[in-house]
């Protein structure tokens, strides 16, 4: 198991707003980096660092941290949006990156 | 903008040595990123291999550390992955990407490449 903990799915209805949790120690102290990844393509990156977003990415997208837990919040979900979603940062020992298991979001 | 490409066989053998590159465009592999490579086996999630500096520190993840090898070609504008003794828990997809100049993330991938172990 990873050291971050994510919940395997998520729905949501169309327009709604949902949030996405990665819980792990290494948050503690580290920002979680969030990725979409749809079937067949890469990962892209959509929030990273305490709230930023890359060139490109919709302001849907924003992230959130309190404790050992971030999140990433999608406001008024798309069609567009479904997709897995991964988190990363530091493992327990904060010596070596690690992803959480990943988050398949269903948007209804 | 920098653009990554992964290249490698697509079958080894198992107890063979899986070999990738990664070419880097539009952008320097002497520049003050952390070069990174991440697999996903079929159907799971992703794994954090390890990741190289232009100056050839590295850090990999404790449980493929004593397997794998990463290095840097300047001259070539590439980086590499060496995973030694493959089976078929190393079939997966494998991507290079690139952190943010404050390594706090991946904000650059590849397509990703499959490797498949099998006789």
Known sequence: SSDLTQDRAVSVALGQTVRITCQGHSLKTY??????QKPGQ???LVIY?????????????????????GSLIITGAQAEDEAEYFCSSRDKTADHRVFGGGTKLTVL | QVQLQESGPGLVKPSGTLSLTCAVSGGSVN????????RQPPGEGLEWIGEIYHTGANDY???????VTMSVDKAKNQF????DFVTAADTAIYYCAKTTRAGDAFDVW?????????S
């Open chain 1, 31 to 36: 920002y979680a980096s969030w990725y979409q």
């Open chain 1, 42 to 44: 890469a990962p892209v």
């Open chain 1, 49 to 69: 660092g305490k709230n930023n977003r890359p060139s490109g990415i919709s302001d849907r997208f924003s992230g959130s941290s309190s404790g050992d837990t």
């Open chain 2, 31 to 38: 520049n003050s990123f952390w070069w990174t490579w991440v």
């Open chain 2, 61 to 67: 993840t404790p449980s493929l550390k004593t397997r």
């Open chain 2, 80 to 83: 590499s992955l060496k995973l």
């Open chain 2, 110 to 118: 590849g397509p990703g490449t499959m490797v498949t172990v099998s």
